[in-house]
Structure formats: C-alpha cells, structure tokens
Nanobody
Framework: QVQLEESGGGLVRAGDALRLVCAGS????????VGWFRQSPVKEREFVAA???????TNYADSVKGRFTISRDNKNTVVLQMNGLKPEDTATYYC?????????????????WGQGTQVTVSS
C-alpha cells in the first residue's frame, strides 16, 4: 500500500510560479510511474504531466508544455514545477501512482491517489 501526499499549492497571481510536491511512502514508490492531474468545478479531471519510473521519460498535456516540469527529486518525491501560471490553471491538483511504472495520460491507469492540493491563480 502506497500513500501519497501533495503539498505546495496556494494563491498566486498570473505569471507567478508554484512548486508542487508529491511525497510517496514505501520503497516501491521509486519504481512507480507518477502522474499529476487536476480538476476544477467547471472542468472534468484532466491529465497534466507524468513521469515513468525512469525520470528521463515524461509526458505533458499540451496546455502545460513548456511551462510545467515534472521531476523525481529523490526516491520518494516527485515535483511539479509550474511556471508562468495562468488563471485557467486554477484547480485542485492530485498526484497519482502507477505500480506498472508507466507515464500514462489516463487516470484509470493509476492505482493510488493523494488528497489533492489547491492552486488558485488570479488574473
């Protein structure tokens, strides 16, 4: 059983940056793929970024490509660096883990989920 905890959300202005952290428990976490998803009251849950077990293999939604970066800082931490934030990035951000180690875009590939962290970007 893996537990995930997100942190780093907050209220910022358009153009600012935030660094979200996903902390995973257990030794096996380093072998899991990790994805970030977001959901807002006006949008369905959508894929943001993912890293396979290999930190050099990543995947991004077109809407965040060039602005967001996903990285594996250590065996139990995955970071989503968000630069150039826009009001449309406002959402609750969730990290999720896939024991198969993939960098999938589809939420149903992920077994474990965190509780989410709120990101609000004002214009």
């Amino acid at each position: 059983q893996v537990q995930l905890e997100e942190s780093g959300g907050g209220l910022v202005r358009a153009g600012d940056a935030l660094r979200l952290v996903c902390a995973g428990s257990g030794r096996a976490f380093a072998t899991y793929g990790v994805g970030w998803f977001r959901q807002s009251p006006v949008k369905e849950r959508e894929f943001v970024a993912a890293s396979s077990w290999n930190p050099e293999t990543t995947n991004y939604a077109d809407s965040v490509k060039g602005r967001f970066t996903i990285s594996r800082d250590n065996k139990n931490t995955v970071v989503l660096q968000m630069n150039g934030l826009k009001p449309e990035d406002t959402a609750t951000y969730y990290c999720a883990a896939d024991p198969a180690g993939s960098r999938a875009r589809f939420a149903n590939r992920y077994t474990y989920w965190g509780q989410g962290t709120q990101v609000t970007v004002s214009s």
